[in-house]
């Protein structure tokens, strides 16, 4: 028989991504194939969220698309896996099934068995851990950067946060011994890579389920952005509550950790803080960041935000906006509250109506958008090392422009470079801004690198595939449905 073609589709968070590296990466290593542009797969992976209620949605909207291709197409299959199958389980296959395989955040490994299980025996396989069967990156992997990384120190969580169904989904918090993560980066490096971002529902409680001492991330900070060849370290997500000064001081002295923080508010109200049960308050976030910037002058400081949570109130709102102005962030990823069943918060009283929470969600974004551009407009002139990206996309096709991220994780746009490549570092000036992007197109160098040997490598050793891990696959769901 010969190989079967499967595209993967991912929502959510950076760990779904990594997860769909690993759900790539297990696929290959049983003998599938990624499906190339214009072609019809044999199998689509939804890899899924459970987050917000718009990626339940949008599943479903997915899978009744599929719904008449499977229909004609025995052979062809559908697996749903991530969050959402570990919340909704069984229910998927009631609601749609034609489903082949549902699978869960704990058992990505199982997938190609299941997979077959579900032809030999031509019935729905649903197959749910409660707990992880081995740790995400001890499975194969195909990463979709040749020259990008992240790196999974742990996974799960111990908060309680009252909006979050994540905890229920992915366990309680577990650590990657420090040998296998310092073993693993070291062996990204030696494959090219240039960029490492560490991954942690709560990256910097690391050390907590190993009952180290306080202080192992900041530690595990210097050891990772020591290893020669790499150039680039960057974290993410960090809790206010676990950031200490020694995480810090291993950011400032590390010359390859990034001046990059993402650190969640979420509301920069104290009333509201409490009932999200968020463990700090605004002085004290505003306290780190005044610390960040005193210790990395210049650092970008990016954030997540809910608005219209259950009891927020003007004045509440205007907290939020307060924290806003005085951060200064350089970008926010602002959401409205999505209320998600099995949540403390889906059940509070003063639930906010749909009209004031997107009321609330235009003002905030249009603060921070005048923020961003403020921020961004004063970077004119200014000159950046930029690493240039395989995964963003082009921003004009036309101008043969590509993208790249600075330090400080801002988004860049330039002209295609002579003789730049994919994970090749280009030094330009900054000509303009927007809100979301700088331009750059004064470009006053290029320097080579062990990142665009490997993207070069990569490129000359395999043919061009119908995805980016990561990225939507609805190119090919056309192709299916014959649109």
Known sequence: ????SFVVETYGCQMNAHDTERITGTLLDAGYIQALEGTEPDLVVFNTCAVRENADNKLYGRLSFLAPYKKSNPEFQIAIGGCMAQK??????????????????????????????ARIEEESQVEIKESLEHFPSTLPSRRSSAFSAWLSISVGCNNTCTFCIVPSLRGMERDRPRADILNEARALVEQGVVEITLLGQNVNAYGVD???????????????GAIDGLERLRFMSPHPRDFTDDVIAAMAETPTVMPHLHMPLQSGSDTVLAAMRRSYRRDRYLGI????????????????????????????????MDVVRRARFTAA???????RPGTPAATMPDQIDDATMASRYQALHKL????????NQASVGKSY?????????????????????????????????????????????????SPNFMVADEILGVRKSRGGDAFQARNESEPAQGIMLGMPTLAHLKTLSGS
């Open 210 to 224: 190993l009952e180290e001492e306080r202080g192992a991330f900041a530690r595990l900070l210097r050891e990772v």
């Open 1 to 4: 028989m010969s190989a079967r």
């Open 333 to 339: 990823y602002t959401f409205q509250y999505s209320r």
């Open 88 to 117: 909704d389980q069984a229910t998927i296959i009631q609601r749609a099934p034609y489903v082949d395989v549902v699978f869960g955040t704990h058992n990505m490994g199982s997938l190609p068995a299941l997979l077959e299980r």
């Open 289 to 320: 960041i005044d610390r960040v910037r005193a210790a990395i002058p210049g650092a970008g400081i990016t954030t997540d935000i809910i608005v219209g949570f259950p009891g927020e109130n003007d004045a509440d709102f205007e907290a939020t």
């Open 385 to 433: 090392e930029i690493l240039i990206a395989d995964h963003e996309g082009r921003h004009d096709e036309a101008r043969e422009r590509i993208n790249g991220r600075t330090p400080d994780f801002r988004l860049v746009h330039l002209p295609a470079v002579e003789g730049a490549r994919a994970g090749d570092f280009v030094t330009a000036k900054i000509t303009s801004a």
């Open 368 to 375: 921070q958008q005048e923020i961003s551009a403020e921020l």
